[in-house]
T-cell receptor
Framework: DAKTTQPTSMDCAEGRAANLPCNHS???????VYWYRQIHSQGPQYIIH?????ETNEMASLIITEDRKSSTLILPHATLRDTAVYYCIVRQKDSNYQLIWGAGTKLIIKP | DVKVTQSSRYLVKRTGEKVFLECVQD?????MFWYRQDPGLGLRLIYF???????EKGDIPEGYSVSREKKERFSLILESASTNQTSMYLC???????????FGNGTRLTVT
């Protein structure tokens, strides 16, 4: 599975859009991009995933570049409860259920 | 909403004890997973199961075993707990390959 690179930490003002980048320059054509987050003292929570097209759900939007070498998770109106560690993971279909979890980005939402 | 319940939030055990960590899900998901999470190492897969009585080793199965006698329950067993098994243990479920994982809130195990 391809590896991902994320910034260690980021700040964002409450009410603004939080844009979290992820580089996955070695991604292959059949690898999906997943985003999870982990709020302190809780298990990780699924946010969104995609393959090639941009995706949007009630939590966030996922923008994948045309060459698929990077992606951005967008939280459109960040709240204090969005403070968490955000993990970007790429995973190949039929890869025996394995996900490779990195260190993620610590996102701090400031009032 | 999917509910994944881990039996204990905090657990303290002595070296050499046999430890059982229980995970129960209420959504009839096929796949269940046990991870451990350590600072600087991220989440690492210990074992997973894609059906009753089926199990597969993950990245770090040494020192652990699992049991899945019923679809809704997946148990992690530390046969003889050691201090290097002090960690946060997370259970997750999944309806099928490529589907999102649903996690419990974890069990923080301390082995003294």
């Amino acid at each position: 599975d391809a590896k991902t690179t994320q910034p260690t930490s980021m700040d964002c003002a409450e009410g603004r859009a939080a844009n979290l980048p992820c580089n996955h320059s070695t991604i292959s054509g059949n690898e999906y991009v997943y985003w999870y987050r982990q709020i302190h003292s809780q298990g990780p929570q699924y946010i969104i995933h995609g393959l090639k097209n941009n995706e949007t759900n009630e939590m966030a939007s996922l923008i994948i570049t045309e060459d698929r070498k990077s992606s951005t998770l967008i939280l459109p109106h960040a709240t204090l409860r969005d403070t968490a560690v955000y993990y970007c993971i790429v995973r190949q279909k039929d890869s025996n259920y394995q996900l490779i979890w990195g260190a993620g980005t610590k996102l701090i939402i400031k009032p | 909403d999917v509910k994944v319940t881990q039996s204990s939030r905090y657990l303290v055990k002595r070296t050499g004890e046999k430890v059982f960590l229980e995970c129960v899900q209420d959504m009839d998901h096929e796949n269940m997973f046990w991870y451990r999470q350590d600072p600087g190492l991220g989440l690492r897969l210990i074992y997973f199961s894609y059906d009753v009585k089926m199990k597969e080793k993950g990245d770090i199965p040494e020192g652990y075993s699992v049991s899945r006698e019923k679809k809704e329950r997946f148990s992690l067993i530390l046969e003889s707990a050691s201090t290097n098994q002090t960690s946060m243990y997370l259970c997750a479920t999944q309806t099928g390959d490529l589907r999102p994982l649903h996690f419990g809130n974890g069990t923080r195990l301390t082995v003294t």
